[in-house]
Structure formats: structure tokens, C-alpha cells
């Protein structure tokens, strides 16, 4: 199963998976997809780190996330705005090339038995980009939560702390 929770920055996505993950688990799993890119960063990675006590199993996994033990598990990805950036880093801003990798690692992770809570950003919600590359990664952004949001279950948007469901498991 994956839910795939969606929103803008600080909008309280990442508190709200952690709740539902220990609502789920005792002991769930959180893959941090994070590239340690200057010493801000650094310390952004540690805060977060630090939010989750002994009760989690923490990865750090900057774009194979599919290969950790994450099957038969709860595990919260966050997230994929960080994740697919590593992608978008390392083929030189190719925005097919980074689409096509994300999509294998989502159809892995599909694949897998499992909870998988999946975090993005809505990042085209916001300002336009002012570069050709930031318009491309805006681009990319949303495929790529088009294209989780398809395979998933249920689908969240969070606002302003407030979770609003906007795709809900189907019950045939």
C-alpha cells in the first residue's frame, strides 16, 4: 500500500506521516533521502534525526531507497522532492533521464509488500521559477507526483497542518 501525502513547505507533512507510521507500527522505518549539500543542511538533517526516538529504524538512501530492507514494513520516504533532486544532480539536469529513474524505484517500492508513506512538495503551487533549470525541476517535480499519486492508495494534501484526503482507497 502506499499513501503519498502532498503540500507546500512547512504545511506539516512530515509530522503527520511519523504520527501515522507509530499509529501503524511500533518499531516503523523512515528512509531520509537528504544529500548533505552545505552545513544548513547539515544541521537541517540532524534536526529532523532528532525527532524520531529508539522506536524508529532510520535509513539514509540518496536514491536506491528500493534496495533497503524496506518490504513488510511501515516505512516513511521523505521525500521526493530531496530524492528525485539527487537524480536531477547527477544526469546533469536531464529531466527524462531523472523521471525515468524515480519511476523504477517507485515501481520497485509499488511492487513491495509493505506501508509505504511517500512525502513530496507541491512546489508548483508556489512562485515561477525564475531559471530554465528551476522551471525544469518544477517540471519534473510535478510528473513525479503525478505519477506516484496514480500508484498510490490514498492520496493527502496537507494545508496549513490540516490533512485533506484527495484519494481514497478504492473498496470494490
Not at 503551487?125 to 517540471?139: K, L, N, P, Q, Y
Amino acid at each position: 500500500m502506499i499513501l503519498f501525502i502532498t503540500g507546500g513547505a512547512r504545511s506539516g507533512k512530515s509530522s503527520y506521516a511519523q504520527k501515522m507510521a507509530l499509529s501503524l507500527s511500533d518499531h516503523p522505518v523512515h528512509v531520509a533521502t537528504a544529500r548533505k549539500w552545505d552545513e544548513d543542511f547539515e544541521k537541517r538533517i540532524l534536526r529532523h534525526r532528532q525527532e524520531r526516538d529508539e522506536r524508529w529504524i532510520n535509513y539514509e538512501e540518496q536514491k536506491d531507497v528500493s534496495a533497503l530492507a524496506i518490504e513488510n514494513t511501515v516505512c516513511v520516504i521523505d521525500c521526493v522532492t530531496l530524492w528525485i533532486t539527487n537524480f536531477f544532480t547527477d544526469t546533469k539536469n536531464d529531466v527524462g533521464a531523472s523521471l525515468c529513474l524515480f519511476k523504477a524505484q517507485i515501481d520497485a517500492i509499488h511492487n513491495k509488500s509493505g506501508t509505504f508513506i511517500i512525502i513530496s512538495n507541491e512546489i508548483g503551487m508556489g512562485v515561477h521559477a525564475e531559471s530554465s533549470i528551476g522551471r525544469m525541476f518544477t517540471d519534473l517535480q510535478g510528473w513525479a507526483n503525478q505519477y506516484t499519486a496514480s500508484l498510490s492508495d490514498k492520496v493527502v494534501l496537507m494545508i496549513s497542518g490540516i490533512p485533506v484526503t484527495i484519494k481514497e482507497p478504492r473498496h470494490d
